[in-house]
């Protein structure tokens, strides 16, 4: 079921999200060479918390930590571990969220540790302008597959691809509601999009081919073929007057 928000709920949902924001973007900010991922991991849900949130990944699904970490050829779900050391040349992905008030927050973006690569570079920028494509493309009267076609061919166009088996989704007094929100798909397909409707927008692209496995811990997914990949995400209200991002600051 989709459900549409009130003024009032988004209000609200504004709030958890803008805590969210500020913790990715403290989260962010340490990333350099020597820092662990669990460091990384406590700073963010210290801020989470210092502003009256709470961590909405922590005991998902049994999820253990705040933050989900990838590094480099890790997609998505890294488990922030003390024995982590980020290197200089690596980039970071980090997605959290934070609930206030009965209502969620989600987002995600990837950072580089130290000097990085110019095909990394190329990689993140490209991952970071498609989510705003998609976003672009999230109008009410629109459909679902419009946003998820203006991602995939916004990646595709720079050679890369885009992960099918993880999508985004409606967010909420749920972290995970309907619709599905694929970085993929065929304009003027799927779910109507409506003023209320809150979903994240999360592409996570690939330099190299689609295919992603996960990891023996049950968590962890990596690129089948070892190749980078990065995540942007970002939580969006669609409202009359267009999508509105609300996970800033
Ligand atoms: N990061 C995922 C998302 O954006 C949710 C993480 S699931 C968790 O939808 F269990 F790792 F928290
Ligand atoms: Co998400």
Not at 3 to 8: E, I, M, Q, S
Not at 182 to 193: E, S
Request: with cysteine; proline share 4%.
């Amino acid at each position: 079921m989709i459900v549409l928000k009130t003024g009032r709920e988004l209000k609200i949902m504004k709030e958890a999200c803008r805590i969210s924001a500020g913790a990715l973007q403290t989260a962010g900010k340490a990333v350099e060479p020597g820092v662990t991922t669990a460091e990384l991991d406590r700073l963010a849900e210290e801020y989470i918390r210092s502003q009256g949130g709470e961590p909405n990944f922590k005991n998902y699904e049994g999820y253990p930590a705040t933050a989900c970490i990838s590094i480099n050829n890790e997609v998505i779900h890294g488990i922030p571990s003390a024995k982590r050391k980020l290197r200089a040349g690596d980039i970071v992905s980090i997605d959290l969220g934070a609930k206030f008030d009965g209502y969620h927050g989600d987002n995600a973006a990837t950072f580089a540790c130290g000097d990085i690569s110019e095909e990394a570079k190329r990689l993140m920028d490209t991952t970071r302008e498609s989510l705003y494509e998609g976003i672009k493309a999230a109008c009410a009267g629109g459909r679902v597959g419009d946003i998820g076609h203006a991602v995939q061919a916004y990646v595709e166009a720079r050679g890369y691809t885009v992960v099918r088996q993880f999508v985004g989704h409606g967010v909420g007094t749920h972290l995970h509601e309907a619709p599905e929100v694929p970085n993929f798909g065929t304009p003027g397909r799927g779910v109507r999009l409506m003023p209320g409707m809150t979903i994240a927008i999360e592409p996570m692209v690939n330099a190299g081919a689609a295919g992603v496995e996960v990891q023996p811990d049950g968590w962890t997914v990596l690129t089948k073929d070892g190749s980078l990949s990065a995540h942007f995400e970002h939580t969006v209200a669609i409202t009359a007057d267009g999508p509105k991002i609300m996970t800033l600051i």
